[in-house]
């Protein structure tokens, strides 16, 4: 079998993708142990130190240079244990590279409509990247956001808008720059607009543009975004 025809095996992208991670975080837990220069992330100190914070009964902002949603925190309790658990969020953050990786392959099929074996081939350029799996497994939290940002992108082209919406407003929630998606999306849902929606064409003036520019699908979006990202905002301060 070439290796061509091994990229195009699912059960061995994943499971060689599985294998580099964890031998990542085997080396981290040596490096972090008997060298100077440690393998783990500062900033997943910082995740860590809020989680321990929550377990006590306090805010995670008690940790000083902690600017992320308590969301986060959470997520990571399981860090606040003895033992091994102390790199359950690199263990999360990995398997979120794995999730992603699926979805580039779900979108590559759904949308573009590849075959399974090229949108496999394409998806491993992200899945047996080294550089992405050291990233997750120091503890960087981006391999949660790349679940988020390319299920964003799985939902607008399904057109599942409110879906699409509510995930960019967590999305933004979790770290503000998935913003910048939200004008390529919102150009692409003029575009790809259904054939059958009424458009006052041969109309310039300046308020048929802007009832153009208001569609359905557009207002979905902005609608559920917002309430989402507002949502999440109050009842985290509040919390």
Known sequence: MTFSQYLSNPVFVFSSAIALRAILLVYGIFQDAFSPMKYTDIDYMVFTDAARFISRGRSPYARDTYRYTPILAWLIYPTTWDGLWFSFGKVLFAFGDIVTGWLIMLI????????????????????????????????????????????????????????????????????????????????????????????????TSVSSKIVNFFNADRLKLAISSTITFMLLNISMYKL
């Open 108 to 203: 590559l099929q759904s949308y573009s409509g590849m075959p399974r074996g090229r949108a496999l081939k394409f998806a491993s350029i992200w899945l047996l990247n080294p550089m992405v799996a050291q990233i997750s497994t120091r503890g960087s939290s981006e391999g949660l956001l790349g679940v988020i940002v390319t299920a964003l992108l799985w939902a607008v082209t399904q057109r599942h808008i409110t879906l699409a919406g509510i995930l960019l407003g967590f999305g933004v929630h979790f770290k503000i720059y998935p913003f910048i998606y939200a004008p390529s999306i919102i150009w692409w849902l003029e575009i790809n607009q259904p054939k059958s929606k009424p458009v006052l064409k041969g109309d």
